[in-house]
């Protein structure tokens, strides 16, 4: 029978390198390569599902590793399920959290295999099992994180030409904040009428330097700052979002559970929230943050961690079924490697990312490829 079919047999964890095709640099770290930990999961009835929990920089950008990941889902997470059948979601993150407090990446990678390999037992993309498609494309920006002003207008304006990409988040925070808002001028005086462009500090500022800086940031026509401050800092979120003359706000490292997103409501310290797997804790975890957020009438984006196809399309089975994506999504990661790990790359164009139309999560690995970028 089907339940005894859907029994979990085995998890494997790979952790892989891929190269980026140029360097990246935040506010805290810069990658050439990005690193993620794969995992496997076999069902008794033959079906494997796969799930991608990324890393930026090492426990830099939060505080799971890749290394810590794959020590923990090996020893902790995978065998809380061993038995258990694949479509008790809830049930599998109940046991994993009660095996590991937090790993919210590793618990994202676990719960994104078993909905891609229910998916492919029953036929049907994932989507289908968190309510369903209300889209089939999603608009998606780039993100300019060379530093470099000039390597980043070119870099804009191949982009707008090939019509992959017409709203840009630049990452700042790296150097001192004038410096930073000489390089926005550039840019936008450089795009201007022909694309959007957002900032992430990634925390850089402290609340005296983001009330100085928020202003400008507005007079230049920047769309959304993303955590211009520490993510411990909520209420000077809300006390700079209260300034006449303040963007839009973005919560990202400040929100990770449905309590984090119910804290930042409370305070009115955001306009729109970063949704992420990482954060999350999965795909399950991304809806409840995501309830939270439009209950409080707060915007939903589509955030990354630079994830490859495989994490970008667990992404996108999720952030098809919302009724509103007001700032669309970010995952333009699989553009960013110099090779993806899947079969069938996800598809750019118009400006938009395609969502798969395969079951699962709606993408097939490509086994030489991870043999290729695994760590020896
Ligand atoms: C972040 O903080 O948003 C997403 C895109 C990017 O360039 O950095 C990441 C993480
Ligand atoms: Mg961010």
Redesign the pocket.
């Known amino acids: 029978d089907l339940r005894r079919d859907l029994a979990i047999e085995s998890v494997r964890s790979t952790i892989v390198d891929v190269p980026t095709v140029r360097r ?1 640099k ?1 506010s805290q770290t810069s990658v050439t390569a990005q690193s993620y930990v794969i995992v496997e999961l076999r069902l008794a009835n033959g079906a494997v599902g796969i799930g991608e929990a990324a890393t ?1 920089g090492g426990p830099r ?1 939060s505080e799971e590793s890749v290394e810590a990941m794959k020590a923990n889902i090996d020893t902790y997470l995978a065998p809380a399920l061993i038995g258990l059948a694949a479509d008790r979601f809830e049930a599998a993150g109940a046991r994993m959290d009660a095996a590991a407090k937090r790993n919210n990446a590793a618990k994202a990678a676990i719960e994104t295999a078993l909905f891609d390999a229910v998916g492919k037992t029953l036929g049907i993309p994932a989507a289908l099992l968190l309510g369903g498609m209300v889209r089939d494309s999603v608009p998606v920006l780039w ?1 300019l ?1 060379s530093g470099d002003p000039d390597q980043e207008i070119e870099e804009a304006e191949r982009k707008l030409a090939a019509r992959l990409h017409d709203t840009f ?1 630049v ?1 700042i925070g790296a150097q001192a904040p004038e410096a930073d808002l000489a390089r926005l001028r550039r840019l936008a005086a450089a795009l201007e009428g022909r694309a959007r462009l957002i900032v ?1 500090a ?1 925390q850089a500022w402290d609340e005296t330097t983001a009330a100085r800086c928020l202003p400008q940031l507005a007079e230049l026509g920047i769309a959304l700052v ?2 211009p401050v520490p993510a411990w800092n909520i209420g000077a979120m809300a006390r700079l979002r209260a300034r006449p003359g303040t963007p839009p706000l973005l919560a ?2 400040c929100v990770f559970d449905a309590h984090d997103m119910l804290a930042v409501a409370q305070a009115a310290a955001a306009d729109a929230v ?1 949704l ?1 797997l990482v954060k999350h804790g999965g795909l399950l975890g991304l809806k409840k943050v995501a309830a939270v957020a439009e209950a409080a009438g707060i915007g939903l984006y589509g ?4 994830e490859s196809s495989i994490g970008a399309a667990a992404h996108l089975q999720v952030f098809s079924t919302f009724r509103e994506l007001a700032w669309g999504c ?1 995952h ?2 699989p553009q ?1 490697l110099v090779d993806d790990l899947v079969e069938e790359p996800l598809r750019f164009a118009d400006f938009q990312v395609h969502l798969p139309s395969r079951p699962g999560i709606g993408v097939t690995l490509d086994q030489a490829r991870l043999r290729r970028y695994a760590r020896p």
């Open positions: 990246h935040l930026l950008w993100t994180a988040k990452k992430d990634n993303e955590q990202d490292e970063s992420k955030g990354c961690l630079l970010e333009f990661g960013i």
